[in-house]
């Protein structure tokens, strides 16, 4: 099983990013995806979820209309397209999947919001 997330890196804030996170290994259209992140000295948190067919999604309040989640499961990849970034949304930003009892987590990308 791996995911495998890119796309990270130094944004101003005001500026976007589209994180990609490739899946493989496992029934990806089948699961549930989600992005967390994790910034210094912070507790993991949820940012985006999306359901198996992509037509349900959710957002932590403070991404919601900033940020959206989408998933093209042709190609076994979920991405996070992140607008208007703003210093607090930098953190590593980690990729999920849940399928039933099965827990997969990808090894990070950072994201660093700064002038």
């Known amino acids: 099983v791996q995911l495998v997330e890119s796309g990270g890196g130094l944004v101003q804030p005001g500026g976007s990013l589209r994180l990609s996170c490739a899946a493989s290994g496992f029934t990806f259209s089948s699961s549930r995806m989600s992005w967390y992140r994790q910034a210094p000295g912070k507790e993991r948190e949820l940012v985006a979820a999306?359901?198996?067919?992509?037509?349900?999604?959710t957002y932590a309040d403070s991404v919601k209309g900033r940020f959206t989640i989408s998933r093209d499961n042709a190609k076994n990849t979920v991405y996070l397209q992140m607008n208007s970034l703003k210093p607090e949304d930098t953190a590593v930003y980690y990729c999920?999947?849940?399928?039933?009892?099965?827990?997969?987590w990808g090894q990070g990308t950072q994201v660093t919001v700064s002038s």
């Open positions: 999306i359901g198996s067919a992509g037509g349900r999604t």
């Open positions: 999920n999947a849940i399928r039933g009892l099965a827990i997969y």
